[in-house]
């Protein structure tokens, strides 16, 4: 079994900046495909990003690209979202996923272990 745990989550206002880390523990794998997604109220869980363990990453929507960033550090089994330029949209609870494999989907149901998730809340 894997745990994954998130940290970095907040309040933040609209323009600003958060880092989101997660720490994964248990039966690890450094191989193993991370990622990030996403749930808002009334809306489908999102792909934010996904990322392998050589560091090939996805990006979800197109307004995320150039403003996410995710990074790992196998030596850590730690995952990273930095997130800029945030606005309300971004508005979400913040889950970090990781599967038994190596290709980083982007559909959520491949994903084997989920966080506890992180809430995410930008105001405007």
């Known amino acids: 079994q894997v745990q994954l745990v998130e940290s970095g989550g907040g309040l933040v206002q609209a323009g600003g900046s958060l880092r989101l880390s997660c720490a994964a523990s248990?039966?690890?794998?450094?191989?193993?495909?991370m990622g990030w997604f996403r749930h808002a109220p009334g809306k489908e869980r999102e792909c934010v990003a996904t990322?392998?363990?050589?560091?090939?990453?996805?990006y979800g929507a197109d307004s995320m690209k150039g403003r996410f960033r995710i990074s790992r550090d196998n030596a850590k089994n730690t995952v990273y979202l930095e997130m800029n330029s945030l606005t309300p949209e971004d508005t979400a609870v913040y889950y970090c996923?990781?599967?038994?494999?190596?290709?980083?989907?982007?559909?959520?149901?491949?994903?084997?272990?989920w966080g506890q998730g992180t809430q995410v809340t930008v105001s405007s």
């Open positions: 996923v990781a599967r038994d494999g190596t290709f980083a989907y982007t559909d959520p149901e491949r994903y084997d272990y």
């Open positions: 248990g039966r690890t794998s450094t191989s193993a495909a």
């Open positions: 990322i392998t363990w050589t560091g090939i990453n996805t």
